[in-house]
C-alpha cells in the first residue's frame, strides 16, 4: 500500500478530538501518524472569552501530564482572577514541583482572551497565533506570536534565513517551555490588539506550522468561511505533509462588534473638541457684553460712593 493511501486510511481511522458545538470558533486535535499517543490539549469557552493550546513535551504520558496542566490552570484562572500570565506560571511551578517529573517534562501554550473588542494572546514555545485579515485575492495572513526556539534565535541574528529555518535539523529545539528546566521563573511573552470585522485568529501547535507553509494555510482560511471546514481541512494538510507530530487547531472569529475603539474613541474626541470650540465660541460672544456689564457696575458703585461722600 502506497504511504498516501496509508494516509488516507489512517486519517479516516484516527479519532479526531472536537471542541464542543460553538458560534465563533471551532477547533480539533490529531496525533497525527508517527507519535504513538496525543500529547497536545486543547480548551475553549466562547462565552469567557478564552481559547488556549498546549503542546506537551516529554514523551510517553510525561508530555500529556505538562499539557493538560497548562489546561487546567487556563481553566481555573479563566473563572477566577483571568490573569492568564499567572495562570501559566503556576502551571511552571506545579511542573517543576511534580514528583513524578523529570527535566524533559514541559510544555509549550499559546492563550487567546479577550477584553471587551481588544484579545489578548500569551505564549511560551513555539505554539503559534496567526491573525488572518480579509481583503484582496486570499487575504493577508500574519503572524503575531515569534517562537521561543534555537532556529528564531537564529533568524533573529541574521545567520540564517526563513528557507534555512524551515529545513534546520535543530528547528524543533526550544528555548523557553513551561515546566522542562530548572528555572523556577518562566516569562510569559504578550501582544494585544483590537478586533476588527472579519478577522481571524488561528491558534495551532508546531504540528501544523512546522509542516504546512503559511501560503496555504491563509489559502485555506480565505476559501472556507465555515470555521469547521477551516479546522478540518487544515489537519488534513498536515497529515498530507506527513503528519509527523500531533496536531490541534482552533479557529476563532471575531465577535459581532462596535467600530474599532479607535474610530469611537477619535469621534468622541472630535464632539468633545467641538463641544469645547463651541463653548469657547459662545463664550467668545458673550464676552463683550460681559465686560459691558462689569464696567456699568463698577461706573455705578463709584456714583454711589461720590453720592454719599456729598
Known amino acids: 500500500m502506497s504511504e498516501a493511501k496509508v494516509r488516507e486510511v489512517s486519517r479516516h481511522s484516527e479519532v479526531v478530538q472536537h471542541t464542543p458545538s460553538a458560534t465563533r470558533s471551532a477547533?480539533?486535535?490529531?496525533?497525527?501518524?508517527?507519535r504513538e499517543q496525543n500529547e497536545d490539549a486543547y480548551w475553549a469557552d466562547?462565552?469567557?472569552?478564552?481559547?488556549?493550546?498546549?503542546?506537551?513535551?516529554?514523551?510517553?504520558?510525561?508530555?500529556?501530564?505538562a499539557s493538560q496542566t497548562v489546561v487546567e490552570e487556563i481553566q481555573q484562572c479563566a473563572s477566577t482572577d483571568r490573569h492568564y500570565e499567572r495562570a501559566?506560571?503556576?502551571?511552571?511551578?506545579?511542573?517543576?514541583g511534580d514528583e513524578h517529573s523529570t527535566a524533559n517534562m514541559g510544555s509549550t501554550a499559546v492563550v487567546l482572551a479577550e477584553e471587551g473588542d481588544y484579545y489578548h494572546i500569551y505564549w511560551v514555545g513555539d505554539s503559534r497565533a496567526y491573525l488572518w485579515t480579509p481583503g484582496d485575492k486570499n487575504g493577508e495572513l500574519s503572524q503575531l506570536t515569534s517562537d521561543h526556539s534555537y532556529v528564531q534565535m537564529l533568524m533573529?541574528?541574521?545567520?540564517?534565513?526563513?528557507?534555512e529555518a524551515a529545513t534546520h535539523p535543530n528547528r524543533h529545539v526550544i528555548t523557553r517551555c513551561i515546566g522542562g528546566s530548572t528555572n523556577p521563573k518562566l516569562e510569559v511573552d504578550r501582544v494585544s490588539h483590537h478586533w476588527s470585522s472579519g478577522q481571524k485568529l488561528l491558534l495551532c501547535s508546531d504540528?501544523?506550522?512546522?509542516?504546512?507553509?503559511?501560503?496555504?494555510?491563509?489559502?485555506?482560511i480565505a476559501e472556507y468561511p465555515n470555521n469547521h471546514q477551516i479546522v478540518e481541512f487544515l489537519i488534513n494538510a498536515a497529515l498530507d505533509a506527513g503528519g509527523k507530530d500531533n496536531i490541534t487547531v482552533q479557529v476563532i472569529e471575531a465577535p459581532a462588534i462596535a467600530p474599532p475603539p479607535s474610530f469611537s474613541q477619535e469621534s468622541h474626541s472630535s464632539t468633545a473638541q467641538n463641544k469645547t470650540n463651541g463653548d469657547s465660541q459662545s463664550n467668545r460672544s458673550w464676552r463683550p457684553l460681559l465686560v459691558l456689564l462689569a464696567a456699568c457696575g463698577a461706573i455705578a458703585a463709584l456714583a454711589g460712593g461720590i453720592f454719599q461722600l456729598f
Do not use: C
Open 46 to 65: 466562547e462565552e469567557k472569552g478564552i481559547w488556549v493550546v498546549a503542546d506537551g513535551l516529554g514523551g510517553h504520558h510525561a508530555g500529556e501530564i
Open 88 to 96: 501559566l506560571q503556576r502551571a511552571h511551578a506545579l511542573l517543576l
Open 27 to 34: 477547533g480539533a486535535t490529531h496525533p497525527g501518524y508517527r
Open 207 to 220: 504540528g501544523l506550522s512546522s509542516e504546512v507553509p503559511n501560503e496555504k494555510i491563509n489559502r485555506i
Open 156 to 163: 533573529d541574528s541574521g545567520a540564517i534565513n526563513s528557507e
